[in-house]
């Protein structure tokens, strides 16, 4: 179950490379420049950590805005968690509460 009270400081990946923003699509992209490069293990499973909440924020659990909500970083901050997410189920339950909010006008679904 996701903690949906979770804090970004909370998160082991955001503490690593000090992201204090919550606007995460322009930050994404400038952590995975920076680390891109580098061939230590820390910072290639970082890329990969970064590239899955990436998807989250603009494609999976999309707003209007690219925010994101912290809590799916808990399963991101171990590579190993990523597979034992129901992202699935996560993104049909997104999906359909966004349907039921707004039913009439789809144009707002999310």
Not at 92 to 99: C, E, Q, T
Request: charged share 30%.
């Amino acid at each position: 179950m996701v903690d949906r009270n979770m804090k970004k400081e909370e998160t082991e990946l955001a503490q690593r490379l000090q992201i204090k923003e919550t606007t995460l699509s322009t930050i994404i992209r400038q952590k995975i420049k920076e680390l891109k490069s580098s061939n230590k293990q820390q910072d290639i499973d970082d890329v990969a950590k970064l590239l899955c909440l990436f998807l989250c924020v603009i494609l999976f659990f999309s707003t209007t805005g690219t925010t994101a909500n912290w809590c799916h970083i808990c399963y991101m901050d171990n590579l190993q968690n990523v597979k034992k997410y129901e992202w699935t189920g996560a993104i049909r339950n997104y999906v359909l509460k966004s349907i039921h909010k707004n039913p009439r006008d789809l144009k707002e679904l999310k």
